[in-house]
């Protein structure tokens, strides 16, 4: 009743006006260009390979899901990227932790962490180069280990050469995360901790890891999808044929060797739903711990 | 606080310290073995190469056409510094100065092509250009390097525009500046360090971008990353020497770019100003 005697007043504030007080202007519309660049190129593509993925060059609408997992050689890439991208997310995070608590003191913490973005910059194509020759048979770190006394090992090729490739490009990343998010924290409370006569490793358990606990998910989640769409190491330092066939590569073979590009975007799909599901897990395991402030103050 | 200290504490930090030692002993080892190598002339079985020379990278600049793939990169990343600071600058302004509903769904469009991998929306993306004729060629490689730039400099410039004072643009206004002066003598100067430090970075991250040019260059658009690429692909067509040379080359063509950045903005900042955001 009121909503149609409201309707016929006509309201005396221009449009433009109205639409000013809820922060649409000219101004505004200066982010309208990159927004719709954005939904174009990313949303648009997105969207077109999901529905491309359901119309399959033959068979019903399902052809490309079936096939992928009725074929062992399809299905078990998403196994070999698993074993690959959660053992090296776990190292590079969990090593990260210790190592930001002693750097975050450090006098010469600029240089340190300037050294790290070095890997990060170079990117994982010259860092498979580089290790090939390095790790290889005849380079410096066999002969080392030939030395000690440790005897020849078969480092590149394999898994392990991906999987220290993924340290190598990752740490970094993971390390220079953890060091923003531990920087973020008040050192005031860990000094009030300290103050009430709490050791090093109680102020870190009961204080430190609480306020932490945020950004490692966070960082979790990042280094997780990172290492399971790895690419240019699995093919140039692993074995594409054999363990280190991941996921990434069955949709190149699928997008450039067989020119499916509906098979190619299924996949594509697959990859990005694997990775949607991890984060989803370790976003929902986050809700347990601590959400708060990691600033103190007198609230 | 840092004056009590057991000896399980220390042991415990000299393990760490090792550790760090360890990764970046490792890491200068391995670019040591690639600028060894680029210089050497058999080496085998040893140490060190028996001699050096220095025709590797002649062979290197004639056999990968090093001098057509160099100008596509720079004219690739050339390209994309300019256009995303285009469509990036504005829209960050935007994003800082006005809270109009729908703004955090905005945000999240732009922090969805930074976090999502690549490789996951290249295969689609790039689908998406080779029909429409754009894959293949420079414009395609470009607009690829554009999906993760463009919400990159956003990102990076929304704080940096929302600790300028709006203020001064109003006084500039009451002083009778119009749009086009207002943007020319204040907010392009006020604004103009974020501008360099974003779009370093996005050169630094657009040399190195392998994914997205792999899937859209075609022969004439290859960047240096991607023809290093497959050179390795392909090792032992080559002399490994020559595509060490090349790794050289892109090394320091990265590098330096790195060290100029590096002047401008804190290393964290390569990795983490952007995933902050993602926090908040």
């Known amino acids: ?299 | 606080m840092a004056t009590e200290k057991s000896i399980g504490e220390r042991l415990w930090a000299t393990a760490i310290w090792g550790l760090v030692f360890i990764f970046i002993l490792n890491f200068m080892a391995m670019v040591a073995t690639v600028v060894i190598n680029s210089f050497g002339t058999r080496w085998f079985n040893a140490w060190l190469p028996a001699a050096f020379t220095t025709r590797w990278y002649e062979s290197a600049w004639n056999e990968f056409q090093l001098h057509d793939v160099l100008i596509v990169t720079f004219e690739v990343v050339g390209a994309v510094v300019l256009l995303s600071a285009l469509l990036g600058v504005p829209a960050a302004y935007a994003l800082a100065r006005r809270n109009f509903p729908g703004k955090r769904l905005v945000i999240l469009l732009f922090l969805l092509p930074i976090l999502v991998p690549p490789i996951t929306f290249g295969i689609p993306l790039a689908t998406v250009l080779y029909q429409t004729h754009l894959g293949g060629n420079m414009s395609g490689v470009v607009l690829a390097n554009l999906v993760p730039s463009v919400p990159f400099v956003v990102l990076v410039m929304i704080p940096f525009i929302e600790q300028i004072d709006p203020r001064v643009e109003a006084a500039a206004r009451v002083f009778g500046a119009g749009t086009g002066r207002l943007f020319m003598y204040v907010i392009l100067p006020l604004l103009a360090p974020g501008i360099l430090a974003a779009l370093l970075l996005v050169l630094v991250r657009t040399i190195a971008m392998f994914e997205l040019t792999f899937f859209t260059a075609g022969p004439g658009s290859q960047t240096l990353v991607v023809a290093l690429y497959y050179a390795v692909y392909a090792a032992g067509v080559r002399a490994g020497q020559s595509i060490d040379a090349m790794a050289v080359i892109y090394m320091l063509t990265t590098l330096v770019w790195l060290l100029i950045a590096l002047r401008f903005v804190d290393p964290t900042q390569i990795v983490t100003r952007v995933k902050r955001e993602a926090a908040a």
């Open chain 1, 1 to 299: 009743m009121s909503k149609r005697a409201t309707g016929t007043v006509v309201d005396p504030t221009p449009f433009r006006v109205r639409l000013a007080l809820r922060d649409l202007d000219g101004v505004t519309l200066l982010a309208l260009p990159a927004v719709l660049f954005v939904v174009t190129l990313f949303i648009y593509p997105f969207a077109y390979g999901f529905v491309l993925s359901f119309q399959p060059k033959a068979g019903n609408w399902l052809a490309n899901y079936t096939k992928f997992f009725s074929d062992p050689f399809l299905y078990d890439t998403i196994g070999a990227t698993f074993r690959l991208a959660i053992p090296a997310t776990l190292i590079n995070v969990l090593v990260s932790v210790p190592v930001a608590l002693r750097v975050r003191r450090m006098r010469y913490r600029r240089l340190l962490t300037a050294i790290l973005v070095i890997p990060i910059t170079l990117g994982t194509v010259l860092v498979a180069e580089g290790l090939l020759i390095y790790l290889g048979p005849q380079g410096w770190f066999n002969r080392v280990l030939f030395i000690i006394g440790l005897g020849k090992i078969r480092l590149v090729h394999n898994y392990t050469g991906v999987m220290l490739s993924l340290i190598l490009s990752g740490f970094p990343f993971t390390f220079l995360l953890t060091l923003s998010y531990l920087t973020g924290i008040d050192p005031s409370l860990e000094h009030a901790a300290s103050t009430l006569g709490a050791k090093a490793r109680a102020r870190f358990v009961h204080v430190l890891l609480p306020l932490l606990a945020q950004g490692l998910a966070i960082n979790l989640c990042l280094s997780f999808v990172q290492t399971f769409s790895v690419f240019p190491s699995a093919v140039l330092l692993g074995a594409p044929a054999g363990d280190t066939r991941v996921i990434s590569i069955a949709a190149y073979q699928a997008a450039y060797e067989q020119y499916d590009s509906s098979m190619a975007s299924a996949i594509a799909m697959i990859m990005g739903f694997c990775q949607l599901v991890v984060v989803v897990l370790i976003l929902s395991g986050r809700s347990l711990a601590y959400r708060g402030a990691v600033s103190g103050g007198k609230g």
